[in-house]
């Protein structure tokens, strides 16, 4: 069964960070470039961060540059965006998605599977 599940969300204060994961299952993981996007309540869902399938490229949003890294670790199918620094308008839900082109890009038209998400709330 085709799966990826984010997880690692969470409530953290200002400043703080978080490692999300997205684990995939019933395909093979280092066939698809990764992306992670969020949504807001009542904003349009944005690209976050993405990977290449080979890992050798990444792209980031302007407002995340510096402060959030991707990675995947294809052996364990698996794909992480590590948080630091966070603020209160990083908080969204998180989603990762798989592009079959392989290429780093943020254009959510190339995605063609999302997982359900998992909730960052960023607060004191």
């Known amino acids: 069964q085709l799966q990826l599940v984010e997880s690692g969300g969470g409530l953290v204060q200002p400043g703080g960070s978080l490692r999300l994961s997205c684990a995939a299952s019933?395909?093979?993981?280092?066939?698809?470039?990764i992306g992670w996007f969020r949504q807001a309540p009542g904003k349009e869902r944005e690209g976050v961060s993405c990977i290449s399938r080979s890992g050798g490229s990444a792209n980031y949003a302007d407002s995340v540059k510096g402060r959030f890294t991707i990675s995947r670790d294809n052996a364990k199918n698996t794909v992480y965006l590590q948080m630091n620094s966070l603020k209160p308008e990083d908080t969204a839900i998180y989603y990762c998605?798989?592009?079959?082109?392989?290429?780093?890009?943020?254009?959510?038209?190339?995605?063609?599977?999302w997982g359900q998400g998992t909730q960052v709330t960023v607060s004191s």
């Open positions: 998605a798989r592009s079959p082109l392989g290429i780093a890009t943020m254009q959510r038209a190339r995605y063609d599977y």
């Open positions: 019933g395909f093979t993981l280092d066939r698809y470039a």
